[in-house]
């Protein structure tokens, strides 16, 4: 049985995604044991507590200094001992230590088809602006295990999304989750827990 760790910062649409995948049998030989928000204020924690699933705040800004944090950080993912970390719209950066010792461990879901609109500075809403300001008619979401970079780590899977007349970053980014993300996330998951990639 795969034991994830989901880290989140927000609503939590991409936990919801993964969390109806297991309960629809999508996802199997698996089971999320944590979610970790560094938001107080994120619905994810809520839709992890009523899961039944442990659900944790650890925000940079309680600590003192940033190492101190990285620290808190890494000993609680430790103290879990989850085989796999996702990064579900985690929007604090990993703390090198921790992606060393958890390499080919941790992934990630970017709402673009990397190496497109991607790296530092492009996240969230801003990814969709980007790719409607350059004219892309097609856009997407990647599933990448996380590296020392930002979003330079190997691609596991990717989906395409045509850009339509008349798209607004709004409608595009809740285009990309619905027929990327919210897709490609649970089946990544399930490869990776059967052993398929």
């Not at 008619?137 to 999304?161: E, F, N, R, S, W």
Request: hydrophobic share 45%.
């Amino acid at each position: 049985m795969l034991r994830i760790g989901v880290m989140v910062s927000g609503g939590g649409t991409n936990l919801q995604a993964i969390l109806d995948a297991l309960d629809a049998g999508r996802i199997t030989n698996a089971q999320i044991d944590v979610v970790i928000s560094n938001n107080p204020g994120a619905y994810a924690l809520e839709r992890a507590r009523q899961h039944g699933i442990e659900a944790v705040c650890l925000s940079p800004k309680d600590f003192s200094e940033r190492a101190e944090f990285e620290r808190a950080f890494l000993d609680k993912v430790d103290s879990y001992g989850l085989d796999l970390i996702v990064l579900a719209g985690f929007l604090v950066r990993i703390p090198e230590e921790m992606v060393r010792k958890y390499e080919g461990r941790i992934i990630n879901v970017h709402p673009s088809l990397i190496p497109s609109f991607c790296g530092v500075g492009y996240y969230g809403m801003k990814v969709h602006e980007a790719a409607l300001a350059r004219g892309v008619k097609v856009t997407g979401a990647t599933v990448h295990y996380v590296d020392g970079g930002m979003d330079t780590g190997p691609i596991l899977l990717q989906k395409a999304v045509e850009v339509r007349d008349g798209d607004t970053p709004e409608i595009l980014q809740r285009r990309v989750m619905e027929e990327a993300e919210w897709v490609i996330l649970p089946e990544a998951i399930n490869r990776i827990a059967n052993a398929q990639i």
